[in-house]
Every structure is written in C-alpha cells, then in structure tokens.
C-alpha cells in the first residue's frame, strides 16, 4: 500500500503539531525531512507554498497548512478525543488557534526575529503576546487544559509555538505569573508523547528508504 507522503521539518512548530495529529490518530505516513535552505525538488513539486509541512494523499491531493492536517488525520480516527473536547466545542477550539495563529504569531516572530522586521521593537511585542498568554492562564486554570481535564486539538495545535515563545528566553518566561501555563508546557516538553515526534532524521532524497511515521 502507498502511504501518504509527509514533507516535514523536526524543528518547525507548523510541522510538529501535524506530527502529533498524525501520531495520535494512528496515521501512518511517509515521513521526509526537508532542509530549509536545500529543498528537495519533489518538496517544491508537491508544495504550492514550499512550506511545511506538507501532506499529498494516495490519490494525489495536497495539504499544505498544518492544521488541516490535523483535521484530516483526527477526523480519520481520534482515539483520544481531540475534536471533542471536555467543555467548549470545536468550533471554538478552531477560534482560539486562529487568534492564536494570528495576533500572537505575528508577536512572536517579531520577538524572536526582530533583525527581520526593521523598525519593530522585540520587547514590545513580548508584552503583546505576554498579553494574549494571560488570557490562556485564565483558560489553563479550572482544569488544566485550554478546553476542559483533558487534552484537546487546541491544545496540541498551540503548544509548540508557546515551547517557541518561552524558549526565546526562558529565565524570562519561568519569572512570570502564569503558573498554570507553565505546568501545562511543562507536561507537554517532558512528555512522551512530545519525545516521540522530534526524532531526528536525515534530510530526505531521493531514493533513500521509506521512513515510516504515525502508526
């Protein structure tokens, strides 16, 4: 059988939250790394943005926003219950990752790569996005989990670029007051689930042998 194949990038956010809806619902693919600055021209072929990550099913249609990957990998098969959260709805998970895709990404770049944005002021827009995470701790608090006891889609899907945002400086970020939102990203980085989706593999060419991921 021809799996799917998966165009990845280990240290993208975008990617590892496919990667974790991929091996959560059991989804096997054909993982392959891509490198930034020397992408594969089957990767170019298959990616109309040239991003990861990026998915083409057997039948030759394409996914190229993480997200929909995500979805289309729960909907397949959600052992766990991520699109059917403890309190709120998907609706309002898919709410909350576009606020947190929007306004706090574009925070978050601008203070992680300032140098790219002339005229940007990076500690501005830590306070920005320092702002929207004060809302989440309010979320985190009651149960743990930004939709109720448990994990959910949102969770997993916003996750990784808050592992970005405190890892711009983390000695900052620890000194915070946001208690819940710091054993919520606790719990993800040193879980197992987190360890079993940033194996390293070589970059991808053609040729080289079917890497299996997700099943």
Known sequence: ????????????????????????????????????????????????SATVPTLVQGDGDVLDESLDIMLWALDGNDP????????????????????????FKESLDRYKYGTRYPGCDPLEERAKAAAILRGLEEQLQPGGYLFGGRISLADMAILPFIRQFANTDRAWFDGEDWPALRVWLERFETSERFAAIMDKYPKWQSGDAVTVFGD
């Open 1 to 48: 059988m021809t799996l799917p194949v998966f165009y990845s990038f280990r240290r993208c956010p975008y990617a590892m939250r496919a990667r974790l809806a991929l091996r959560s619902s059991g989804t096997a693919v054909e993982l392959r790394e891509v490198l930034l600055r020397d992408k594969a021209p089957e990767f170019l072929d298959a990616s109309p």
């Open 80 to 103: 766990e219950g991520w699109l059917t959260p403890e309190t709120g709805s998907r609706d309002a998970m898919l709410a909350l990752i576009e606020a947190m895709d929007g306004p």
